[in-house]
């Protein structure tokens, strides 16, 4: 059988170095995007979020870059720690109230040396 | 607070058996999902609540039911369980969605295998 995350592709990074992670999207209604950390073991963790009415939006250590035009998210993580390893989701949001519906993209695995 | 809690965290079922994937918050969020994250993919959407006595369908709800009687509890059933099922079950809540500011929270997960 296969083994959990062997198709996930994978970003290996050195301790320090930032990393840049990754999303392509198809749904140009979708009106809100997020970023997500998943741990192994665990539930997925909000790492932040930003509006489809804005391109750029910063966090702690972390940047989200929104680019309508050709569908791409990226996620930057400023001085990569080993506690960064993770799998790391994109997910986007369209509609609002009822009819809204969060879908999730495949992932990333973002692996960090020493 | 506890947030959102699932029990139980592993479980071992046989082809054709029932068992149900219990999920509470304690956050008094109108949102509950559930969702199924197969190896290597994504979290994909069985079901979701917006209110107690509210549910409806998400991508993946063939085999599944639930039920929201409380605005705490949010049941996963899963009536003849088949190995497609073998999967990892996380619940979910959120004070709302598609508004500004949102999150969604997340519990730690079940892991079901079906043999």
């Known amino acids: 059988g296969e083994s959990v995350g062997l198709h996930l592709p994978t970003l290996s990074v050195q301790e320090g170095d930032n990393s840049i992670i990754n999303c392509a999207y198809s749904?140009?209604?979708?009106?809100?995007f997020i970023w997500y950390k998943q741990e192994s073991g665990k539930g997925p963790q909000f790492i932040i979020d930003?509006?489809?009415?804005?391109d750029k939006r910063q966090g702690q250590r972390v940047t989200v870059l929104l680019n309508k035009t050709v569908k791409h998210l990226s996620l930057q993580i400023a001085a990569t720690q080993p506690g960064d390893s993770a799998v790391y989701f994109c997910?986007?949001?369209?509609?609002?109230?009822?009819?809204?519906?969060?879908?999730f993209g495949t992932g990333t695995r973002l692996q960090v040396t020493l | 607070n506890a947030g959102v809690t699932q029990t139980p965290k592993f479980r071992i079922l046989k082809i054709g058996q029932s068992m149900t994937l219990q999920c509470t918050q304690d956050m008094n969020h109108n949102y509950m999902y559930w969702y199924r994250q197969d190896p290597g993919m994504g979290l994909k959407l069985i079901y979701y609540s917006v209110g107690a006595g509210i549910t409806d369908k998400g991508e993946v709800p063939n085999g599944y039911n639930v039920s929201r009687s409380t605005t705490e509890d949010f049941p996963l059933r899963l009536e003849l369980a088949a190995p497609s099922q073998t999967s990892v079950y996380f619940c979910?809540?959120?004070?709302?969605?598609?508004?500004?500011?949102?999150?969604?929270?997340f519990g730690e997960g079940s892991w079901l295998t079906v043999v």
């Open positions: 749904n140009s209604a979708s009106d809100y």
């Open positions: 979910a809540s959120s004070p709302q969605q598609g508004k500004s500011g949102n999150t969604i929270y």
């Open positions: 930003i509006r489809s009415n804005m």
């Open positions: 997910a986007e949001i369209r509609g609002t109230g009822t009819a809204s519906k969060l879908t």
